[in-house]
Every structure is written in C-alpha cells, then in structure tokens.
C-alpha cells in the first residue's frame, strides 16, 4: 500500500460519507493554541477523546458540512468502528502540522528556542512578506509546503543574483530554521517524548 506523504491531504470514509482534512497552517495553529501542545493533542488521540476527535476533525476539514456529515453518520456508529475509521489518519494529519525541516541545510550553533505559536508566526509572515502570498493562501498551505516554497524562492534569489548560502536567511528568521530548532527538540513548550511518539505513531501506521 503506498504511503501518503505527511503533510499531504487525509481523506475519512464511512459509506456515501468522505471527508478530506488538510493539515494546514490555519488547523495547526488553531489546534496548538487550543490544546497548549501536540503532546497533549497526540494522548487525546490515543485514548480516543471523541471531543478532540471532533474538533479536529471540524478544524482540519477543508469542507465544515462534509466534516458535520460525517460526525453525524459516525454517531451511529460504535465507537470501535470510528477509532478503526479514524484513530491512525488523525495521528498522520497531526505529524503534518511539524514542518519538514530541509536535509541539505546546515543546523546553526546560534538558533533560539522557538515556540510552535512562533514557528506558525513566522511561517505565516514569511508566507504573506517573502513569498507575497494573501493570507488565505497562507493560511490554507501547509507549514511544509510554505517551507519547500521559501526554499525555492531563496534558491532562485541565489541564481539570480548569488551570494552566501545564510545570507537570505540574516536579514529575517527563517522558517526552515524554525523547523530545525523545533525537529531537534529545542522548544522548549514542547513535550519532546511527546513529539517522538506522535512520530512513532505515525510510522507506525505504515505497516
């Protein structure tokens, strides 16, 4: 079975009912503030609370009357079938509001610890300032596509007028740099065993 990738699109079935959730900048903040940490948000969905089940489902759709139609059509359910149907995709969507941190970059001995609220400031400046996205663009992308697209916006002021690889990066704090200071655990408002279970979770859902 091919493996969707994280930061892609989650789709939940239940009959004529489907729902698709995207987890974007706009879910992940929402969800992050609303919960204080994805650690808490990752045990919620372990020990399947069905009112943050809801609200994330709620939260992340990308059609409000498909998510209502789908609850609605799970509330006849057992729970048992609505944790075989949803548990594993909501523990996916949640590992895509971590931004992929890039491969090829070089970590800085310098970077601060950086809040997620403050990863999704920055991601959403860097979105609407740098990339001239609106902010409904920004807001309904996801923290690894405004990564990858900065990334290439920086890739191409560099073809064009050349430069230092960190040079962009000096004159406003950069969202890959954000990704890297939260990938290496140094948030400190963030639950590290946390975050490496969500991960294992998520890995997990691939077998």
Partial sequence: MSFR???DEIVLEHGSNVVILRPSLRAASTLERSHDSFALLARRIDEFHTGTLREIITTAATDRKDAAAFLTA???EPLRRFVEIAQAPLFRLCAG???ASDSNATPSSNAKPMPWREVYRELFRTATGWLHWTPEAAWNSTPTEINEAFAGHVAML???HGGEDD???ERQPSPEQA????ADGLD?????AGLHALKARHQGTRQ
Wanted: glycine share 0%; net charge positive; proline share 17%.
């Fill in 97 to 99: 509001f971590i931004p």
């Fill in 167 to 169: 040079e962009p990066a």
């Fill in 5 to 7: 990738p994280a930061y």
């Fill in 74 to 76: 799970m509330s006849r």
């Fill in 179 to 182: 990704a890297r200071n939260v």
């Fill in 158 to 160: 560099k073809a064009l």
């Fill in 188 to 192: 400190p408002e963030f639950d590290r």
